[in-house]
């Protein structure tokens, strides 16, 4: 079982930046694809990025393309979400999940990180 901790959560301006890792333990995530997820008060968890086990392909939420990049260091055991442009919406807490195999499927998710706070302020 791998266990998984967010940090780089904070306070940050609208237009403001931050980068969130996401770190492994108990076992290597290099054969396994890893995603970002979200939930802000009153709604429901929804996805927001991930990639597959070699970082060869990322998939976006609609409402993150072209500001979240999510990458991986893979001799680190981590994963990252570089945030851009932040807006008051991205107001969330933010988790990171691994998944059970190396190519991303949403319906087949492994172990959660317990999340890390994001606050834009407007």
């Known amino acids: 079982q791998v266990q998984l901790v967010e940090s780089g959560g904070g306070l940050v301006q609208a237009g403001g930046s931050l980068r969130l890792s996401c770190a492994a333990s108990g076992r290597t995530i290099s054969n396994y694809a890893m995603g970002w997820f979200r939930q802000a008060p009153g709604k429901e968890r929804e996805f927001v990025a991930a990639?597959?086990?070699?970082?060869?392909?990322?998939y976006y939420a609609e409402s993150v393309k072209g500001r979240f990049t999510i990458s991986r260091d893979n001799a680190k055991n981590t994963v990252y979400l570089q945030m851009n442009s932040l807006k008051p919406e991205d107001t969330a807490v933010y988790y990171c999940?691994?998944?059970?195999?190396?190519?991303?499927?949403?319906?087949?998710?492994?172990?959660w990180g317990q999340g890390t706070q994001v606050t834009v302020s407007s």
């Open positions: 990639i597959n086990w070699s970082g060869g392909n990322t």
């Open positions: 999940v691994a998944s059970r195999s190396g190519w991303w499927d949403r319906r087949d998710l492994g172990s």
